[in-house]
């Protein structure tokens, strides 16, 4: 299992500011601030003259925007349209239009996270833009193409399990609401029920799936996808080669699109020691499976197994200020980095990367309290599992925004992520990096023709 556990801290998120130019009033679906109008008016307008006309239409109270702009609050109880209207007819004003309010580019749900102003956004750094995979525009970009949050996707988990059902001793997670769940498996203990006894998998299922913009936790990077429970890994985090073996195959032929293994065998283990695993995701290959794997967290530059076999995309772990994780597995064959949290590493020598005060958050999802099936609550860790998830939701979302077209091959997922991907590190493919940064907006923007 990939995770390593840290404090949490705060984070703070910059809004965006949009300057708004003259709109048509009949255009007023776009929300705006209460009795309040923008005016301009034309050059040479004196003092007196704009005093007249705020007379006359019932406005007052100006704010300077510019040397003849000002906002306006309406104070004769007439609405914003009709002030709007007054203000037109009168001969010095060059134009006039509702305060319309904008927001932060791409969409923004509402899940709260731990409740402070800026909601998920506060501790999902690693959604964000600057520090991030840019899911707000990526999630955009999919509402536009009318498959919202990678609808209509199959991603199959093979981890501790998931809390994705209420059955005897577990508990559906509050935030899994309105996640979708198709049929998994539990090959530990050999039943059809695939139920979390360790919380990693839950965590990570969060990452990928957890419900997004319904006022609870955090936010799903592919929200909509559909999440494919399978227990590989028993209550201590670990499985055998036959039992993920045994996963990967059942992934594949019940028509995962993507499959996540957010484990390592180490980096001692070589190919010839797990021949079924290997055969296993050749097999998955075949069957047209995206499979991503945790490059390891030895920080070593040696990839671990599973990650490291040539049908897997490798994933490192970066930090907030946009470094290698010191934790993070490195070297040849490792493909794409995102975010996994925690410390830099001192061999970092990258010019983007910007450490910062507080730039060593861990990532927070949603998941059972420590010691309950039953009670649920925000949790941090941090790793390469971590990583791992942010690159099999992207692949989600961009089979299912078809920009690749309506039935991509996993090479082609793979080359688009690469090619998409915000260069870290040496100019080019490098052995810390890969490809470097995962950019889900990137990834899922229409193409240039």
């Known amino acids: 299992m990939q995770t390593k556990l840290t404090p949490l801290l705060a984070l703070a998120f910059a809004a965006v500011a949009i300057a708004v130019a003259a709109l048509p009033v009949a255009a007023r679906a776009q929300p705006a601030v209460p009795g309040e109008v923008v005016v301009k008016y034309d050059n040479g307008t004196t003092r007196d003259q704009r005093a007249a006309v705020q007379e006359a239409t019932g406005t007052g109270a100006p704010e300077p925007i510019t040397r003849q702009s000002r906002v306006l609050k309406v104070r004769d109880g007439e609405s914003v349209a009709e002030t709007v209207r007054e203000l037109r007819r009168k001969g010095v004003v060059e134009y006039a239009a509702p305060n319309v309010v904008a927001r932060a580019a791409g969409f923004v749900p509402d899940d709260p996270g731990k409740g402070g102003p800026a909601g998920w ?30 609808k209509g996707v199959t991603v199959a988990l093979l981890d501790t399990g998931v809390a994705y059902a209420d059955r005897g001793r577990f508990r559906r997670s509050p935030d899994f609401a309105g996640t979708r769940f ?38 799903g990077l592919a929200y909509r996808s559909t999440i494919m429970p399978i227990r590989v890994l028993d209550s201590r985090g670990e499985g055998d080669a036959a039992v993920i073996e045994a996963g990967i195959r059942y992934a594949a032929r019940r028509g995962a699109k ?7 065998f180490g980096t001692l283990i070589r190919a010839a020691e797990i021949p079924g695993i290997i055969d296993a995701l050749r097999y998955a290959s075949r069957k047209g499976a995206f499979v991503v794997a945790a ?7 040696t990839i671990a197994y599973p990650a490291r076999a040539a049908r897997v995309v490798a994933v490192g772990a970066t930090t907030e200020g946009g470094c290698v994780a010191d934790y993070s597995n490195g070297g040849a064959g490792i493909d794409l980095v995102a975010p996994g949290g925690g410390p830099d590493a001192e061999l970092s020598k990258d ?15 949603l998941t059972y309290k420590r010691g309950t099936f039953r009670r649920f609550g ?48 040496p100019p080019g493919f490098d052995d810390r990096y890969g490809a470097g940064l995962l950019d889900a907006a990137a990834a899922t923007a229409t193409p240039l023709r």
Do not use: K
């Not at 993507?258 to 390592?264: A, R």
């Open 121 to 150: 956004q506060d501790v999902q750094w690693n959604f964000l833009a600057e520090s991030g995979v840019n899911a707000p525009d990526a999630w955009e970009n999919l509402r536009v193409r009318g498959a919202p949050g990678g």
């Open 182 to 219: 198709t049929r998994g498996y539990d090959f530990v203990s050999r039943d059809s029920f695939a139920d979390d006894e360790n919380g990693h998998g839950t965590f990570v299922a969060g990452l990928i799936a957890a419900t997004t913009d319904n006022g609870i936790g955090l936010t």
């Open 258 to 264: 993507v499959i996540n293994l957010s484990l390592e």
């Open 295 to 301: 490059s390891g967290n030895e920080g070593e530059q």
């Open 351 to 365: 010019p983007n990367c910007r450490p910062f005060e507080g730039s060593e958050r861990p990532i927070t999802a």
């Open 378 to 425: 925000l949790r941090t860790e941090e790793g390469t599992s971590m990583s791992s998830p942010h690159v099999a939701a992207t692949a989600a979302l961009v089979i299912a925004s078809r920009v690749l077209g309506p039935d991509p091959t996993p090479r082609a997922i793979e080359e688009h992520l690469e090619a998409t991907a915000r260069d870290l590190g």
